[in-house]
T-cell receptor
């Protein structure tokens, strides 16, 4: 069984640029959630995807957007990067859809630095 | 809005001593609470959930609705327990997790 994978591991961008982060869900998982973890803080929910549609969103502006593909992998896109977007971005996958409330398995994260 | 508070950023105990990591929450509904752990150079992983009422690696946590707390306890700490611990509450249409800011536990030899 393959766990959650994320790419790239590290990324450096400048303010105003756009970035795409990728996540492959664990085998058999159809739900993907994204979290932002700033330094010294706990992860903060960005949004969740289920059946290729956004299903729930945290307190993040529209320049944070995402996609889920038929194979359940997902992308997180951030436009017009700001310095405060520097963080570890975590992807978590789970099975059974939202109502199942099954355990979320986390990936290793992508470290984004905005200069 | 829901909120999870972990008042201690750092906690050090000696091996064999009891340990308690504090977690308080605010939530208007019926809470689902979890403890996650992140060992050095490893990914975040679930330690235990309150509905299971089980002991994992010697850790237990009891939900106290009156005090809105979900403290994590272990009677005899081991060096391998050294890690970052996060308390989390699950809520919302997406059943998303709201995390506390974490407590770094160090168990000294």
């Amino acid at each position: 069984e393959t766990g959650v994978t994320q790419s790239p591991t590290h990324l450096i961008k400048t303010r105003g640029q756009q970035v795409t982060l990728r996540c492959s869900s664990q085998s058999g998982h159809n739900t993907v959630s994204w979290y932002q973890q700033a330094l010294g803080q706990g992860p903060q929910f960005i949004f969740q995807y289920y059946r290729e549609e956004e299903n729930g969103r945290g307190n993040f502006p529209p320049r944070f957007s995402g996609l889920q593909f038929p194979n359940y992998s997902s992308e997180l896109n951030v436009n017009a990067l700001e310095l405060d977007d520097s963080a570890l971005y975590l992807c978590a996958s789970s099975s059974g859809g939202v109502r199942a409330g099954n355990e979320q398995f986390f990936g290793p994260g992508t470290r984004l630095t905005v200069l | 809005a829901q909120r999870v508070t972990q008042p201690e950023k750092l906690l050090s105990v000696f091996k064999g001593a009891p340990v308690e990591l504090k977690c308080n929450y605010s939530y208007s509904g019926s809470p689902e609470l979890f403890w996650y752990v992140q060992y050095s150079r490893q990914r975040l992983q679930l330690l235990l959930r309150h509905i299971s009422r089980e002991s994992i690696k010697g850790f237990t946590a009891d939900l106290n609705k009156g005090e809105t707390s979900f403290h994590l306890k272990k009677p005899f700490a081991q060096e391998e327990d050294s890690a970052m611990y996060y308390c989390a509450l699950r809520s919302g249409s997406a059943r998303q997790l709201t995390f506390g800011s974490g407590t770094q536990l160090t168990v000294l030899p």
